[in-house]
């Protein structure tokens, strides 16, 4: 299957801060990459549709100016995490919608893991 | 997107077959069936997708019934790697992905 990397694995920063975890589609480009949210022992939770060279949609209940996307080519989408607050420590996966001939996959990358002091 | 219902956790013996059930009843004529699997700690990975017939790659068989309101994805051999959170996903094939709580399948010796 298609290889999506996320960098970086694991961060660990203080509150107030932001933080930027890069979303890459390696061997397909991507026009549209979507983010997700896990806490402990839980399901994944969309968090918003990042396409390329356009403004990211954003599920119901996430605040638009806390997570900033930005997908500025087709195969790199970034998420940044403002005035980070220990409420935002989680699990942040992305992952990339794959275009074929007749369908459609979408692949994840590996997590980041974000932990706020 | 029409909804899944799987079972919270099955058990199953290496190097036997494990039959992980969904029910999706409400399933719309343009949605796929979809599973990923995802181990701890790690992003999801794809397994397998159809849309009404059954489908076989190198990780997995699935199996959809005839009026489609059911499906069952086979790990023919199962290792312990194979431990997870299974997730059956139903959606059109333009749409998002949209995860429930998955099937946690125990791999034992």
């Known amino acids: 299957g298609a290889v999506v990397s996320q960098h970086p694995s694991r961060v660990i920063c203080k509150s107030g801060t932001s933080v930027k975890i890069e979303c890459r589609s390696l061997?397909?480009?991507?026009?549209?990459m979507f983010w997700y949210r896990q806490f402990p022992k839980k399901s994944l939770m969309l968090m918003a549709t990042?396409?390329?060279?356009?403004?990211?949609?954003?599920e119901q209940g996430v605040e638009k100016d806390k997570f900033l996307i930005n997908h500025a080519s087709l195969t790199l989408s970034t998420l940044t995490v403002t005035s980070a607050h220990p409420e935002d420590s989680s699990f942040y996966i992305c992952?990339?919608?794959?275009?074929?001939?007749?369908?459609?996959?979408?692949?994840f990358g590996p997590g980041t893991r974000l932990l706020v002091l | 997107d029409a909804k899944t219902t799987q079972p919270t956790s099955m058990d199953c013996a290496e190097g036997r077959a494990a039959n992980l059930p969904c029910n999706h009843s409400?399933?719309?004529?343009?949605?796929?069936v979809y599973w990923y699997r995802q181990i701890h700690s790690q992003g999801p990975q794809y397994i397998i997708h159809?849309?009404?017939n059954n489908e076989t790659n190198e990780m997995a068989s699935l199996i959809i019934t005839e009026d489609r309101k059911s499906s069952t994805l086979i790990l023919p051999h199962a290792t312990l790697r194979d431990t997870a959170v299974y997730y059956c996903?139903?959606?059109?094939?333009?749409?998002?992905?949209?995860f429930g709580t998955g099937t946690r399948l125990q791999v034992f010796p």
């Open positions: 996903i139903v959606r059109p094939k333009t749409d998002k992905l949209i």
């Open positions: 992952s990339a919608l794959e275009v074929g001939v007749r369908e459609e996959t979408q692949y």
């Open positions: 409400t399933i719309s004529g343009n949605e796929y």
């Open positions: 159809g849309l009404k």
């Open positions: 990042s396409n390329e060279g356009s403004k990211a949609t954003y």
């Open positions: 061997d397909f480009q991507a026009t549209t």
